[in-house]
């Protein structure tokens, strides 16, 4: 038997909110947009935060953030950010998963930003206090199976102007 994709999609059956269909439209096009390797539920939930995030006034910077991760066990990525500049990131998971967290240190190794609510939609909106390498750790701290798939970008303010960022696997 094949594979199901799904993607969720939001409900107008009286037809009273003209949007619902546009908004629903364009989170199947940015679906298709990311890579067809990652977990239906990660692309569809990743198009959704990125279309939230661009009406925020928000851009996309760096690169996707995708991997599997074991259920208790983190992972760290690199990021060169900017300082002065506001950013955000959100992170989603597969359906298996239900509570992923997020935590960023900075180039002295302090906190800066972290998600570690009770969720899989961990989200960080913070501004880099100085430009240089940071830390994004990322926990898979409850997943029904034995891993689940997560995926991450990051996303600068359009408000102010600067550099781009980047990413690496520590």
């Known amino acids: 038997p094949g594979s199901v994709a799904v993607t969720r999609v939001e409900i107008d059956a009286a037809r009273e909110f003209p949007d619902v269909m546009r908004k629903n439209n364009f989170w199947a ?21 990125q279309t939230d995030l661009l009406a925020q006034g928000y851009q996309r910077e760096g690169e996707l953030l995708i991997d599997s991760i074991a259920r208790q066990k983190s992972e760290q990525r690199a990021l060169h950010l900017e300082g002065g500049v506001q950013y955000a990131i959100v992170g989603v998971c597969d359906d298996e998963c239900y509570d992923i967290d997020l935590v960023l240190r900075g180039p002295a190794d ?40 997560w995926g991450a970008q990051d996303r600068k303010s359009t408000r102010l102007n600067s550099s781009h960022s980047s990413v690496s696997r520590m």
């Open 110 to 149: 302090s906190t800066v930003a972290e998600d570690v609510r009770p969720d899989d939609t961990p989200v960080l909106e913070f501004t880099a206090p100085a430009t240089g390498r940071y830390r994004l750790e990322t926990v898979m701290f409850s997943c029904r199976a034995s891993s689940c798939a």
């Open 29 to 49: 096009a940015e679906a298709d947009t990311l890579a067809a390797s990652l977990a239906p539920s990660v692309r569809g939930d990743l198009a959704r935060t």
